[in-house]
């Protein structure tokens, strides 16, 4: 049985049992996935296309990475239910009405609305132990701090082991652009149980 299917074989039992090898199986395999990324599609980092287009590409070498595994884009669901991913209100409103018009845009997103990270690695349809790895990227050409802190927040919110959603561990993962990318050059930022790694 090689790694691959212990990871998912931990995850149906007890993933937090074997937490230390899980997460340092997790972080081999997303630096795979980010090196395909920068040697198959620098193209798209160098002309800066939309991030979406980044995270699909992505998505699909976390596939091959993750093969028990389901890798969705912007998935919005919890378990078997219907039922939109649902996050707490994230700052006071005293505190949102001094902000921009762009920042605020950002916060009827998820006041009280959907959830939806850039990629998640889970299995759809089960419980939050299934739950591995949710991702934030961002182009390191975005200079709009206020969806960091956005995306930040998220993933804090969505590593929460005791929280609604359980993710072993989110990233925040910066890309680099206008150059010729190189894994040096990319910011891996961890997240586990509402912190930093």
């Known amino acids: 049985m090689d790694d691959r299917d212990n990871l998912y074989q931990w995850a149906r039992h007890d993933v937090w049992a074997n937490e ?11 630096n795979r996935a980010v090196q395909r990324l920068l040697d198959q599609d620098a193209f ?3 002309v800066e296309v939309n991030e979406r287009s980044i995270t699909h590409r992505l998505g ?3 596939a091959d990475e993750f093969p028990c595994f389901d890798v969705d884009c912007e998935y919005n669901r919890v378990g078997n239910d219907s039922i939109p991913k649902r996050l707490p209100d994230w700052l006071p409103k005293s505190e949102r009405q001094n902000t921009n018009i762009e920042t605020q845009e ?17 299995k759809r349809g089960e419980r939050k132990t299934m739950n591995l790895l949710v991702i934030e990227v961002k182009k390191m050409d975005n200079r709009n701090c206020s969806t960091d802190r956005l995306d930040i927040w998220k993933l804090e919110e969505l590593t929460k ?3 609604d959603f359980g993710y072993m561990l989110g ?19 961890w997240y586990r149980d509402g912190g930093t790694l």
Request: proline share 5%.
């Open 20 to 30: 230390g090898q899980a997460i340092k199986t997790i972080r081999i395999r997303m």
């Open 106 to 122: 950002l916060y009827c997103d998820i006041e009280g609305r959907t959830a939806f990270p850039d990629i998640i690695i889970h």
């Open 161 to 163: 082991r005791k929280g």
């Open 171 to 189: 990233l925040f993962l910066k890309l680099p652009t206008r150059s010729e990318p190189s894994l040096e050059n990319v910011k891996f930022d």
């Open 60 to 62: 699909m070498y976390l």
């Open 44 to 46: 798209l980092l160098r």
